[in-house]
């Protein structure tokens, strides 16, 4: 691949700004909001991935239409087959005859077949030309019941009415926790995160996620471009 130094400079770098990222994140929990700061490095995260797969699109044009004229080329990301095939057949008009397992690779990731690009582009555009993508603070309990017969856990959205008992204790419909017993024993979690407004999605847990799919596509195609 012509770009293969950039494409993995880019991604190690993402990669660094990534463990930067999650220090500033942890000291960030107390506040409300996360800090300006940390969304332009968010923001700029997104935009180096997403060069990436342009890079990608250039490489594979350039390998499967050797020697056509490059004009202005994105990386296909559409949400049916349909549209796909269309935008392919525009910008490679070789690819599916000729590449059938470059085209599988793209195929594969296509929004209809994994939402994770299309929650990725939409995050990445809207950071891009409206303005920084806002998070949202949320604060979630996980309960976990046990004895030495087992345990048993729920979190956020289980509710409990009244007459529930969980492993032989009554639940407070009230306090949503075991009334206080010598049966077994009752831990809470307490899970503090931001996500994003766009699409509820875990701030730390979608970039990761991004990272290394974007990385994957790279390898995959790797394989197959010279």
Not at 26 to 34: G, P
Not at 84 to 98: A, M, N, T, Y
Not at 185 to 203: A, H, L, P, Q, Y
Request: proline fraction near 4%; glycine fraction near 4%.
């Amino acid at each position: 691949m012509n770009r293969e130094k950039s494409i993995k400079a880019l991604i190690s770098k993402s990669w660094r700004d990534f463990q930067t990222l999650k220090q500033d994140y942890k000291r960030s929990l107390d506040q409300e909001v996360i800090l300006e700061e940390m969304k332009i490095d968010i923001k700029n995260i997104f935009e180096n991935l997403r060069s990436c797969l342009d890079y990608m699109a250039h490489d594979i044009f350039e390998f499967c239409e050797n020697g056509k004229k490059l004009g202005k080329l994105y990386f296909p990301i559409r949400w049916s087959r349909k549209d796909f095939d269309q935008v392919v057949k525009k910008d490679f008009p070789s690819l599916h005859d000729k590449n059938p397992d470059i085209y599988k690779i793209l195929e594969r990731v296509q929004p209809y077949n994994n939402d994770w690009l299309s929650k990725f582009n939409k995050l990445n555009n809207n950071n891009k030309h409206k303005d920084l993508v806002e998070q949202t603070k949320t604060i979630s309990r996980q309960v976990t019941v046990s004895s030495d017969q087992g345990s048993v856990s729920w979190g956020p959205g289980v509710t409990f009415g009244s007459g529930v008992s969980v492993m032989g204790v009554p639940i407070d419909p009230k306090t949503q926790m075991p009334i206080s017993n010598n049966q077994v024993k009752t831990d809470v979690t307490i899970w503090v995160d931001f996500r994003f407004k766009e699409n509820g999605e875990s701030v730390l847990s979608f970039m990761e996620l991004s990272i290394r799919n974007i990385e994957q596509v790279f390898r995959d195609l790797s394989a197959h471009i010279i």
